[in-house]
């Protein structure tokens, strides 16, 4: 008996899902630490998000949005619809630091691409969607 190619909906090899683990804790803890601190109201972040031209009114719903995204992502039953939620979040950031011409823009960039390479390493349904062969 031949053993036979890899296919995209193989399960991952044990390296691939550790690097999938890996890739998608980045995003969930980085989102966790920030969306706690917006409930938290630090002067830092409140000073922030004035700076991005947001009242502090708008500091807890977005922090609650950000933790919600960073947990349906997390639980692995519902990660790829929290890949997207995460991308919606990640990309209303990077707009809104480019908006202000903040060169941290490239933080949550990193971060989605991170989570959607995470999630390829780890899900075998992404891998037969995008087969990066």
Known sequence: MTASPASPSAAPGKAALWTGRILSALP???MLLSGGAKLLHPPQVVAGFNNLGYPASVITP???????CALVYA????AILGAILVTGYLGGAVATHVRVSDPSFVSPLILGIFAWAGLYF????????????
């Open 28 to 30: 969930v803890l980085a």
């Open 122 to 133: 780890r899900d075998p349904r992404i891998r037969a969607l995008l087969p990066l062969n």
């Open 75 to 78: 639980i692995p039953r519902t």
């Open 62 to 68: 977005i922090g609650l949005a950000e933790l919600a």
